[in-house]
């Protein structure tokens, strides 16, 4: 007789306060600088003039976090709203959105915490009044008593994620954390020069900032290399402002996170405004980098949307292209009211850089006059001096060993025709065929497999002449103590140096004995701007290195320096594309060069 087949179809139902509480909490709190976020956000709504975010660490994870400000407290009976879902005091109805200027307005922060941590709260409204300790466990209070404290509220929340092992379990590393953490908090003291924001780790002071003073005072206590090369942005049209720094020409990234973003006070997230951004410097920056920038653009609330994500990170606008054109031109009439002659994109002087007008900027650049004479020998001076390096660059890779000592079998007989741009090579093949071979991206290719090669062998480091100093964020000092291992196995030799400051004595070989000091912090710090594991950390290092040693775009090469790039490329066991993925040759086979012409 047959068995009934059970039914195995799954029934809709409705799930329990608790798992729902769960879910919620996750959309909001997805990791620990997501609490530090929501919690300084109600910090600064609540007025605070002073605020702390101490952090404790052990056995490898956040233990405990603790803000602590001097804002005007909650009263005592509306604490325990204060931990029920959409229970705010910011907004009364959905008109009210159109209006509101705090950072936070969903009522959704305290109770996500709350339900996934142990939360403790301690909070005074006055001097006079006792203060108020309220304890809740996982969503449910287990303590409300009065107690001694001085006005404002003290949050710690404990046992992070003890309910959700899933989301613990994929949590980064320690100290990929904790620079989470410190980049959110530098966010904030940037955004908020007025308020003195102090940040510990384990009772450890990283950082602290003075409350009045300006945002170019805060930026450059945090970023001191920097600072330097940073302009002022300031303008009101309308009822729109654009307010910050941008770096100028000779600063760039090449990632998007030194990129910060205000929108009414919120930190956001958005790729159009960081693409308005990059579109502002025009050609003055290579496509593959980013300035450095804090600006804060503030508006009417009825012109932003806010309500898109329960992170409030990413906003939308109701003119977007308006404010988008905004920011294009303010930031472009502050370089043009710079000083910049002279900065080249890759931190290098030139003698005119492009300006305004001459690249489609507002505005008219000040450019000096110049003789012939003088002109004339400079670039005689900068076209030697590239010939040189260059020259040196292409005799430490002849020198090297290549992995494979014969040319590929695929890779086609080619000879030189010319150049052009100072970046393609143009070659002619044997067949009557046209190839372009981008020089950069085929001498990194050489590089990289050198430098692949070179793990095997026991000299890997050489040591600096003279040492390259490092200033550091405390969210960079934080990262690379979990990246020191692998740098330091690919050649590089760092010694802290200070609280923030750690000193470069040694780099690998493969980068050359005349290595500039700008070169060697932009690897470091290309290296701490990613959010990498070990094993891709360790190929982004080699990628890197190669990339800095590679024959630069817009060199000017000579028939024998170009022939000894295509020489070189075709030893190689993948000639066809840089470590990055570009491709390093473009062929057009003559069949298709007839057809282009119509011979065919």
Not at 12 to 21: G, S
Not at 22 to 43: F, H, Q, T
Request: aromatic content about 6%; some cysteine.
């Amino acid at each position: 007789m047959n068995e009934p087949i059970p039914d195995t179809k799954p029934s809709i139902r409705i799930l329990d306060d608790a798992t729902v509480h769960l879910i919620a909490a996750g959309e909001v709190v997805d990791r620990p600088v997501s609490i530090v976020k929501e919690l300084v956000e109600n910090s600064i709504d609540a007025g605070s003039s002073r605020i702390t975010v101490d952090v404790s660490a052990n056995r490898g994870e956040i233990s405990r976090i603790r803000i602590v400000d001097d804002g005007k407290g909650i009263p005592p009976e509306e604490i325990p709203l204060a931990f029920i879902a959409h229970a705010t005091s910011k907004i009364r109805s959905s008109d009210d959105l159109e209006t509101c200027l705090t950072l936070g307005f969903r009522g959704e922060a305290l109770a996500s915490i709350a339900a996934v941590s142990y939360v403790t709260l301690v909070t005074s409204t006055s001097p006079s009044r006792p203060a108020t300790r309220y304890r809740v466990t996982g969503g449910e209070v287990v303590e409300c008593s009065e107690t001694g404290a001085p006005p404002g509220t003290s949050i710690t929340v404990e046992e992070i994620f003890y309910n959700t092992p899933a989301r613990r379990k994929f949590l980064k590393s320690l100290h990929t954390e904790l620079a989470h953490i410190s980049a959110v908090v530098e966010s904030f003291a940037c955004l908020y020069p007025h308020i003195t924001f102090r940040y510990l780790v384990n009772s450890q002071e990283k950082f602290s900032t003075h409350g009045g003073s300006s945002l170019p005072d805060i930026f450059r206590a945090l970023h001191p290399d920097e600072a330097g090369s940073m302009i002022p942005v300031s303008r009101d049209e309308g009822d729109i402002r654009l307010s910050g720094l941008v770096s100028l020409p000779g600063l760039v990234k090449q990632n998007r996170q030194q990129i910060l973003i205000g929108v009414n006070g919120r930190i956001v997230q958005s790729p159009a405004i960081t693409s308005a951004i990059k579109r502002a410097y025009g050609s003055l920056v290579p496509s593959a980098s980013w300035p450095v920038s804090v600006l804060m653009l503030t508006l009417p609330p009825a012109m932003v949307d806010a309500n898109i994500h329960p992170t409030k990170r990413e906003v939308r606008f109701s003119a977007e292209k308006k404010i988008l054109d905004l920011i294009v031109r303010i930031v472009r009439d502050s370089l043009a009211g710079a000083d910049i002659i002279g900065c080249a994109p890759d931190g290098g002087r030139s003698d005119q850089a492009e300006l305004p007008e001459r690249t489609g900027y507002a505005g008219t650049g000040r450019i000096p006059y110049q003789s012939p004479v003088s002109t004339a020998r400079k670039v005689c001076e900068t076209a030697l001096s590239g010939y040189r390096t260059t020259s040196r660059q292409l005799l430490q890779t002849r020198i090297q060993d290549i992995p494979e000592s014969q040319p590929d079998e695929r890779f086609p007989a080619m000879y030189w025709i010319g150049q052009v741009g100072g970046t393609y090579i143009i070659a002619g093949g044997d067949d009557g065929s046209l190839y372009l071979i981008d020089q950069h991206a085929a001498h990194e290719r050489v590089r990289y497999e050198q430098v692949k090669n070179q793990e095997s062998l026991h000299l890997k480091t050489q040591e600096l002449i003279a040492p390259v100093v490092l200033n550091l964020t405390p969210s960079e000092v934080t990262l690379l103590s979990s990246v020191l291992q692998v740098i330091e196995e690919e050649g590089f030799i760092l010694e802290p140096f200070g609280q923030d400051t750690w000193c470069v004595r040694g780099v690998p070989v493969i980068l050359g004995r005349y290595e500039d000091p700008e070169t060697i912090r932009e690897i470091i710090s290309s290296i701490l701007s990613g959010d990498e594991a070990p094993v891709r950390l360790k190929e982004q290092v080699l990628r890197l290195v190669a990339c800095r040693s590679a024959v630069k775009a817009g060199a000017v090469l000579t028939p024998e320096q170009g022939m000894d790039i295509i020489t070189q490329l075709s030893r190689t066991l993948d000639p066809w594309t840089c470590p990055h993925g570009r491709p390093t040759v473009i062929g057009f086979p003559a069949p298709d060069l007839a057809r282009m012409f119509r011979r065919t």
